[in-house]
């Protein structure tokens, strides 16, 4: 097949990429290498408008084993314990074929893992819809969160906490983002750099088949009218023989037979064998006749291309072939010798001796082109909002409104089709501020959240990434963790136009500055841009998986009242930012001006303060105050335990609705017994924490003195109603 | 007292079970699916998860491995036997068990904790139940629509064979705390003997105070009475 400009511009290869593709192999690619040459440079693979910016991330800290770079990130919790974790994307999969897209994304994200010897204990999500009356989203919200239920049900991992959120901007390109926690020994952590030389390349898990070639291109660009022809570029998922594949692997991880292990994930066999190539700066030759197919006559550039999923490549030892064949063979997986490393540098493929393809690795990787993309700085918003020209509500009905939309409500029929109780280690499961789950066997645990803020983000990037760091530290706070460490999964728009590699770059400038104030290094992470259709891009939204540390396990913290008659305190000062914020949204319609300003100094002795009173053991129940403000936070408090609060009007004339529905970030609402009331106000003065006393709780009601008193069995009813109605 | 836990490619409520039965002093040892003898055993219980990755039907693969006979003979020679989940389907599919389980009635994967009341408390598996208790347990699964003919219904009442059923928290067994379809609310039932158990909910996920309550004790302790 000739190589014209057309076939050049299939594989999403720009023209003057090309040129530079046939200037380091010192002539033209055939077919089979241009389409690995497309695998390993398109956007998903190489990150090539996005490393720039990566590299200026906070990624270090005593806690860091391993930062960005390898399948998941490393941490260190303490004795021999070593926490893996990583978020990835799966977004253009799942709008296409929302079940498979989703459970795929679920597998991948398990793959890696496991891959760095890690026995996985926790899967998260962030998924975002469209609107809920865009045509779609019904079957995307049914396809994907069975696609996630499926995967990791059948897998056996419990999916224990997530975000299911709905906003007009993901019409036409959903984000399904799906973040795996692993639990591994600090010194049997296995990495993907090749070691050696003539050592036996091994092919483990499913067959190849036709599935998913070129889905890391088709991620790799926008969608348009024909999306719906991309359908056989979507994975098709198998968790029976992911549980097969990893219970294999972690067997085999118990000896030191394995050089090095990479999953078959984006770009398949290709990236994965480059990849181990690359950091072990080695060659590698693959015989492709070798490759158990799924499918009869399998071209080599199929095989190459191929993304069948439950695949993993890797290098063993000499001598160690035959006794990592029988673990395979025990649980039923192929294994096959398929190549060796090599000191050529090269990547050679074969097949029945012939040799069909032979790039450089450099060229494949560090070679692949990295974009300076031109981008534009956000003005932050000026527009005001004023109170007084809008119609009146009552306090009431807009909390009302606020609990049963679609963003507010309970996720309980969400989070039933997940098994969150497998394994027996979840100490506390989706609905509170954050997941805690339990080291097997130990009095230790982490905790772990997901969280988004797109609409601050959209309006000013760089706050609305701070926001977001911050809102993940909040969390883990509130359930007593030591924040340690994130992983972010950046999806944003089409990274040609420079307003969007504007919010890519300034988001960015805000995590990074917040994750160096908090101690709060990022260790793994993806990228996915082109999220849009036909020039529409979605809005910014990182989405930021933090992960805590519970030192001993007691008397896990949550944000249910556990009595009544104890005292709630609001921590931190409010200042009444209506702009951005749940209310204006949800009761207005109004998305306008700027997001809520974040003060990191404030955050940080907030929260360290908080931790210290849950230590001390100084408070019942902790909550942190975030989209819909003090009222939301404070009616979810009441609504997780079926106590009330009465709430004090604020002392200070202030106008209702600043009060209870601004955004102010920094802020918790803790529950007090009256007799830990002086300790707990004592050191919140000492360390110059504003503070006020906002009310007491009882039983039944929740009640503002003078504006609104409500059952709260009423409002867990609103709160609980809107997916049932959908 | 000694137990075996059988693990097919797919189980993944092997461990879970394993550690709730070293909790409660049993002398456990997991059992391959490939293995044509069992260990002797007091107890075979065949955990939850996906055998065989549901092929199929769930269950179905598993009624037909090898150490499956092994189980069958040991029931019939009165060993207990515990299935959970897809251990009852398991056992449903080997016949040790009548009837079926079929896909919940929303057609959707189910995971709560739900109410079920003690309908016989005098067998091997439940006699430290309070005849009539509400226990509130975890359910995890696609198909726990139990279903079966008229005249096994009949025997499964007449007989007392029906072990628990879903109920709201008063213990009124109603079609509204039905949480999958199920026949008259059937969340596990006894083979003829009563050697045999099978349930959806878990008992396993039931036993340690830090994750739930403790309403699975009974079950494990009843055993080693």
Redesign the interface.
Known sequence: MKITNEVVENHGLKIDEYSNIKKLLNREPNLLELGIFSAMWNEHCSYKSSRKHLKNLFTKGTQVIQGPGENAGVIDIGDDDAIVFKIESHNHPSYIEPYQGAATGVGGILRDVFTMGARPIALLNSIHFGSPDHFRTKSLLNGVVSGIGGYGNCIGIPTVAGETKFNKTYNENILVNAMAVGHAKKNKIFYSKAKGLNKSVVYVGSKTGRDGIHGASMASAEFDENSEDKKPTVQVGDPFTEKLLMEACLELMKDESIISIQDMGAAGLTSSSVEMASKGELGIELNLEKIPCREENMTSYEIMLSESQERMLIILEDGKEDHARKIFKKWDLDFVVIGKTTNTNNLTLKYKKETQGEIPINALASEAPIYDRKWIKKKLPKKKIDLKELKKVKIEDALIKILSSANHSNKKWVTDQYDQMVMCDTVQKSGSNAAIIRIHGKDKAIAVSVDSSANYCKAHPITGGKQIVCENWRNLISVGAKPLAITNCLNFGNPENVEVMGEFAECLIGIRETCEFLNYPVVSGNVSFYNGTNKKNISPTPVIGGVGLIHKLEKPMNHKIKKDDSIIFLIGKTFGHLEQSAFFEEVYSILDGQPPEVNLANEKNNGENILELIKNDLVNSVHDVSSGGLIVALAEMCMGSGYGIKVNKPKKLTNLFKYFFGEDQSRYTIEVNKNNTEKVEQILKDSNIFYENIGTTQRDFFEIQDELKIDVKELYKINNQWYNNY | MNSSVVVF??S??D??VA??LKKMQFKNTMVWH?ETKLPKSDLIVIP???S????LRSGAIAGKSLIIEEVIKAANDGCLVLGICNGFQILTETGLLKGVLLRNKNL?????NVNVKVINNETKFTNKYKKNQILNI?I?H?EGNYFTNTAHLKELNNENLIAFKYCDQDGNIKESFNPNGSLENIAGIFNMKKNILGMMP?P??MV?S???NGDGVSLFSSLLK
């Open positions: 490619p797919g993944n409520c461990r879970d550690v709730a490939k939850g998860g996906f065989y990755g549901d092929y959707k994967f189910i995971n709560r975890n995890a696609n878990h396993e996920r340690d830090l994750i739930s």
